[in-house]
Each structure stands twice: as structure tokens, then as C-alpha cells.
């Protein structure tokens, strides 16, 4: 459904090079740019260039709520890029200039379908998001036990040393015990904060509804 109304814009300005429909942190959700292109890196600098113009308006100390829109025009293409909901936005790279102004109305109802696309589709990858992370979790819990079994074992090991006799070896056992216990430690951190992670994206997932609820 997206993809139509993209085609829509396009069929409305012949203009239209490319369409690239990313989230504030860069994210880009949908673009008709090649994938043999670095698409991450190009929602990186399209973001960035949002955040360096904010920082030019905190620096000059102007009033800003928020962008509306974004226009640099060069000889051969322009790109505008627009604000679409609370963190989606819209890029448009054109062909040549043209009457920006006038070409925005004839494709603002294309603008309005394609944000309340964004943010019904916005939900369901925050729900993918939070199924790689759990898949992620899962993994690390499992090399968690992994490594609890082996300190389990080299701790009975160490009962058993004679502390005269096998020098070396209890030796050898605390220093691989210690490094254990380290690598435990840095896995249940690392658990913590992919804990952290999921209960910040189900927050976000009930905002969502929420807001969905008070439009409706």
C-alpha cells in the first residue's frame, strides 16, 4: 500500500527522481532507491543534516517547535525533504528545478495517505524489533548457563586440588575461573541491557495505541 501511493507521487511530478521515507533516528522504512546503495547510511546523513540545522537554530537561540519542511536546491536536482507524523518523515529528490510551492499541493493528499501508512507500520516493526531482541536475549541466556555450568565445574574441581600437591593446576583453575566469572558478568550486563531495550519498546508499542485510541 505504501509503494502505491509512493507510485502515486510519482505519476503526479514526472520530476520525481527518488522517495526515500525514513524515521527521525534515520531509519529509512521505505525508498524506491536501488538496495545496491548504502540506504543506511543515506537516512544517517539525511537525519544528521536535520539534527545540524536544529543545533544552528539552538546556537542562534531562535524559537523551534519543529520543521515543517526542508528545501535544497542545486542545478540539476533538489531535494525536499517534509514532516510527516511525530517521527516520520519524507525525502524527494527532483530532477531539475521547479515551482516547489505549487508541486506540494498537487501531492498533499499523497503526503497525509502515506503518513498514516508510516505510523500503522511503524507498530508492527517496533513488534519485529522487539522479536530480534528477544531471539538475542535468548542466546545470550543460553551461553549464560553455558558458562555457569563450566565455573559450577571448575569450582568442584578446585575442591578436590590438593593445594600442595597440584600447585600448577589450582593455579591454572583460579585463573580460568576468574576469567569465567568476568565473562559472566559482562553477559548478564549485556542481558540487562537487552532487557531495558524490550521494556523501552513496549512502551513505545502502548503510546502508540494509545494515540490510536484518542484519534479514534
Request: hydrophobic residues 35%.
Amino acid at each position: 500500500m505504501v509503494f502505491k501511493s509512493v507510485s502515486q507521487i510519482q505519476k503526479a511530478l514526472p520530476e520525481v527522481l527518488h522517495i526515500a521515507m525514513f524515521y527521525n533516528n534515520g531509519t529509512i522504512y521505505q525508498t524506491t532507491i536501488d538496495q545496491e546503495y548504502n540506504i543506511p547510511k543515506l537516512g544517517e546523513y539525511i537525519a544528521e543534516a536535520l539534527n545540524q540545522l536544529r543545533k544552528v537554530y539552538e546556537t542562534c537561540n531562535f524559537k523551534l517547535v519543529d520543521y515543517k519542511k526542508l528545501i535544497f536546491e542545486t542545478d540539476e536536482i533538489s531535494t525536499i525533504i517534509l514532516k510527516l507524523g511525530e517521527d516520520s518523515n519524507l525525502a524527494m529528490f527532483f530532477q531539475k528545478e521547479l515551482d516547489i510551492n505549487q508541486k506540494l499541493k498537487s501531492i498533499h493528499r499523497y503526503i497525509k495517505k502515506i503518513e498514516e501508512l508510516i505510523d500503522v507500520d511503524k507498530v508492527e516493526l517496533e513488534f519485529q524489533e522487539l522479536e530480534r531482541i528477544n531471539q538475542e536475549l535468548k542466546k545470550l541466556n543460553e551461553e549464560l548457563n553455558f558458562k555457569q555450568e563450566k565455573i559450577k565445574e571448575l569450582e568442584e574441581k578446585q575442591v578436590l586440588l590438593d593445594p600442595e600437591i597440584d600447585k600448577v593446576e589450582l593455579k591454572e583453575n583460579i585463573k580460568k575461573l576468574q576469567e569465567l566469572n568476568e565473562e559472566y558478568r559482562l553477559l548478564n550486563q549485556e542481558c540487562e541491557i537487552k532487557k531495558n531495550e524490550m521494556i523501552s519498546i513496549r512502551e513505545a508499542i502502548e503510546e502508540e495505541r494509545k494515540k490510536k485510541i484518542e484519534i479514534l
